[in-house]
């Protein structure tokens, strides 16, 4: 079988291989766990809003109700999950020899429809909102690493 470089390694191509760790994992490249996580946040979402008991289903995702401090001080709790939608009607990038970006707006079967997920929580002292690509990376991370 063919050996190919992929992402520093020499391997198989879509191949689990054993590490100096002793443990099996593949090397997905990051335009796929960047849609990977489309998916799995979307579905979240999806499955949030249908909810009927919104809280147990943070709980059997395995959302804290509470998180630590970063600057030492009592837990946060949570109290919103807050959605918010946007809709991409163009792009703007650096024109090339300008101080003007270079515009286009998209026409209407182009646009795109992205919503997103905050877990905010509070303090007497803090207010935080967790992103949730930011949880669904840490916490896919955290499950993979249990394995």
Known sequence: MPHDIVNGHVGHIGHNHPHDSDHLHSHMPDADR??????????FIEGFVDAKDKMSY???????????D?????????VDVTLTTEWQVGTASPSFGSQELSYLPYPGPMITERTNMGLVYV???VKHV???RNFMKNHK?????AS
């Open 34 to 43: 960047a849609e990977e996580l489309k998916v799995l946040t979307t579905q």
């Open 130 to 132: 967790e992103d949730l």
């Open 123 to 125: 303090s007497l002292r």
């Open 58 to 68: 943070l709980r059997i995702a395995g959302v804290p109700l509470e998180i630590a």
């Open 70 to 78: 970063s600057e030492g001080g009592p837990n946060l709790k949570l």
């Open 141 to 145: 991370a955290a499950g993979a690493d």
